[in-house]
């Protein structure tokens, strides 16, 4: 059996950092993937889908050009053309990825891993016997998958896809029905209703996108012109291409289209590789790890999206150097003083326009009890904003603070490039910064950006 320092299940971007950290400090490190190392952010998730939407976006600014002085003619989507560009950074990037982990010292092991224990892992990997591997430590960061809820006439049916099947589409749509009007069903949407389908989301909650301030997501919804939101309707049951809904109030309907996205969330990958038969502790369908992303199981530890904590890769990689922080300290007889704060992790939602946010929304801060103030400034402040997107192009700012001590809770934006200085605000949520912190900081001019400083300074 072969000894490792510590052995990785999983090489989505928790398990795939982790090794590369831990390897960098010498330790020995397997890493073991059963499909793409990248896992789903770099095959399946983030980057493909981020790929499309700049396609979505060159397609718009391109139509939208002769306002801006630059007439192109007629302009058209080559889809194939797009996926094969998708297709392309995956597949670089996957490459380079490898690379880099091969170069830094970690093994890449394929096959599905299983826990035989908390210190060992059997690879089937197709051989006749499994490779077996034993560790001083254990990462698990198997990560998760889409949720097919039991809809009547769902299973089997080529015209309901997943996340996955709409990345391989061959045609884009030309009325696609989105289920579930969370982050990924709301970035479908927006891609391609960009490209011309006639888009529907369906959404059980009276609001899309439950991560957002309720504000932000309704000014969203209305920015996304040509998409139909059917908001506290509920999905009965799929015939064919044809959705059956029921709304809240009762009424019955039904529509067609060509294509059907599910999208009405994602479970952690608890099962298939032994986290019952080792004893591991699984809460709220997730497995459960302390701040220090520590299991009950000495000697292992959980991150990413397995631990139900967050579903975002870059949380993923915040787990990933807390354990690795924690396992170096442990071998050293020490403890780290490291932990993963779920609070300060923001996130982003790369439609067109885009949105991100960090903290407590409004709601949420109320209903923990905080007297607050909020803030709320228009993107038009900006110079660079009005001359890159327009008068009229949609776009806003909204700051919460608690009232005495002027405490940033929460920054949630909607506009161009959020996704690019929402990490400004979680900076500044992360050290429990004041405003006077964003006021007496000085922003480059002229960049979206200074919004942040207009509406730090207009609370005054
Ligand atoms: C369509 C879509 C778009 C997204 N966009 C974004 C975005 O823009 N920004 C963002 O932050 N997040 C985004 N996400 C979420 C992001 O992809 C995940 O949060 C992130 O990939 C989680 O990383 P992870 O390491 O926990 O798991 P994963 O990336 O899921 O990786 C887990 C890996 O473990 C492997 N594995 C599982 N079990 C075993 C086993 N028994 N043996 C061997 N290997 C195993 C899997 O094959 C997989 O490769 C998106 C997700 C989707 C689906």
Same mark, same amino acid.
């Given at each position: 059996? %072969?000894?490792?320092?510590?052995?990785?299940?999983?090489?989505?971007?928790?398990?795939?950092?982790?090794?590369?950290?831990?390897?960098?400090?010498?330790?020995?490190? %397997?890493?073991?993937?059963?499909?793409?190392?990248?896992?789903?952010?770099?095959?399946?998730?983030?980057?493909?889908?981020?790929?499309?939407?700049?396609?979505?976006?060159?397609? %718009?600014?391109?139509?939208?050009?002769?306002?801006?002085?630059?007439?192109?003619?007629?302009?058209?989507?080559?889809?194939?053309?797009?996926?094969?560009?998708?297709?392309?950074?995956?597949?670089?990037?996957?490459?380079?990825?490898?690379?880099?982990?091969?170069?830094?010292?970690?093994?890449?092991?394929?096959?599905?891993?299983?826990?035989?224990?908390?210190? +060992?892992?059997?690879?089937?990997?197709?051989?006749?016997?499994?490779?077996?591997?034993? $560790?001083?430590?254990?990462?698990?960061?198997?990560?998760? +998958?889409?949720?097919?809820?039991?809809?009547?006439?769902?299973?089997?049916?080529? $015209?309901?896809?997943?996340?996955?099947?709409?990345? +391989?589409?061959?045609?884009?749509?030309?009325?696609?029905?989105?289920?579930?009007?969370?982050?990924?069903?709301?970035?479908?949407?927006?891609?391609?209703?960009?490209?011309?389908?006639?888009?529907?989301?369906?959404?059980?909650?009276?609001?899309?996108?439950?991560?957002?301030?309720?504000?932000?997501?309704?000014?969203?919804?209305?920015?996304?012109?040509?998409?139909?939101?059917?908001?506290?309707?509920?999905?009965?049951?799929?015939?064919?291409?044809?959705?059956?809904?029921?709304?809240?109030?009762?009424?019955?309907?039904?529509?067609?289209?060509?294509? !059907?996205?599910?999208?009405?969330?994602?479970?952690?990958?608890?099962?298939?590789?032994?986290?019952?038969?080792?004893?591991?502790?699984?809460?709220? &369908?997730?497995?459960?790890?302390?701040?220090?992303?520590?299991?009950?199981?000495?000697?292992?530890?959980?991150?990413?999206?397995?631990?139900?904590?967050?579903?975002?890769?870059?949380?993923?990689?915040?787990?990933?150097?807390?354990?690795?922080?924690?396992?170096?300290?442990?071998?050293?007889?020490?403890?780290?003083?490291?932990?993963?704060?779920?609070?300060?992790?923001?996130? $982003?939602?790369? +439609?067109?326009?885009?949105? %991100?946010?960090?903290?407590?929304?409004?709601?949420?801060?109320?209903?923990?009890?905080?007297?607050?103030?909020?803030? &709320?400034?228009?993107?038009?402040?900006?110079?660079?904003?009005?001359?890159?997107?327009?008068?009229?192009?949609?776009?806003?700012?909204? !700051?919460?603070?608690?009232?005495?001590?002027?405490? !940033?809770?929460?920054?949630?934006?909607?506009?161009?490039?959020?996704?690019?200085?929402?990490?400004?605000?979680?900076?500044?949520?992360?050290?429990?910064?004041?405003?006077?912190?964003?006021?007496?900081?000085?922003?480059?001019?002229?960049?979206?950006?200074?919004?942040?400083?207009?509406? $730090?300074?207009?609370?005054?």
């Amino acid at each position: 059996m %072969a000894h490792y320092d510590v052995v990785i299940l999983g090489a989505g971007p928790g398990g795939y950092l982790a090794a590369e950290r831990l390897a960098a400090e010498k330790l020995k490190v %397997a890493l073991i993937e059963k499909t793409d190392v990248g896992g789903t952010c770099l095959n399946i998730g983030c980057v493909p889908t981020k790929t499309f939407l700049n396609s979505a976006k060159l397609y %718009a600014h391109a139509r939208e050009g002769t306002a801006f002085g630059v007439e192109t003619g007629d302009v058209r989507v080559n889809w194939p053309r797009v996926v094969a560009w998708k297709d392309e950074v995956v597949t670089r990037l996957r490459r380079s990825l490898e690379l880099t982990l091969k170069k830094g010292g970690v093994e890449i092991v394929r096959g599905q891993g299983k826990l035989t224990g908390a210190h +060992s892992v059997a690879v089937e990997n197709g051989a006749s016997e499994p490779v077996l591997l034993d $560790a001083d430590s254990i990462i698990v960061a198997t990560g998760s +998958s889409p949720i097919i809820p039991p809809i009547p006439g769902v299973k089997g049916n080529p $015209a309901v896809l997943d996340s996955t099947g709409m990345l +391989s589409l061959k045609d884009i749509p030309q009325r696609l029905c989105v289920i579930g009007g969370g982050v990924i069903g709301v970035e479908f949407a927006s891609l391609f209703s960009s490209l011309g389908s006639k888009v529907t989301v369906i959404e059980m909650m009276d609001e899309i996108v439950p991560v957002m301030d309720k504000q932000m997501a309704m000014m969203l919804r209305n920015a996304l012109k040509q998409v139909a939101f059917m908001l506290g309707t509920k999905v009965t049951s799929v015939d064919g291409r044809n959705v059956v809904y029921e709304t809240n109030g009762g009424e019955k309907g039904s529509l067609e289209a060509d294509a !059907i996205l599910m999208s009405v969330g994602r479970k952690a990958n608890i099962e298939g590789w032994g986290a019952q038969e080792t004893g591991l502790e699984i809460k709220n &369908r997730a497995v459960a790890t302390d701040a220090h992303q520590r299991t009950n199981l000495p000697g292992l530890w959980a991150i990413g999206d397995v631990t139900g904590k967050s579903q975002l890769a870059h949380a993923a990689y915040r787990m990933a150097e807390v354990a690795v922080a924690d396992i170096l300290a442990a071998r050293r007889g020490e403890r780290s003083v490291q932990e993963f704060v779920p609070e300060t992790v923001p996130w $982003a939602l790369f +439609s067109l326009p885009e949105a %991100a946010g960090v903290g407590y929304t409004e709601h949420e801060a109320k209903a923990k009890g905080y007297d607050i103030d909020v803030i &709320r400034t228009p993107y038009g402040v900006s110079g660079r904003f009005i001359a890159e997107n327009g008068f009229s192009a949609p776009g806003s700012i909204k !700051i919460i603070l608690e009232k005495t001590s002027e405490r !940033i809770l929460g920054v949630h934006m909607l506009g161009a490039y959020a996704s690019e200085h929402i990490w400004g605000a979680a900076l500044a949520l992360e050290r429990k910064l004041p405003l006077s912190a964003l006021q007496n900081m000085v922003f480059p001019h002229p960049t979206v950006s200074e919004v942040i400083r207009e509406a $730090a300074w207009s609370a005054r």
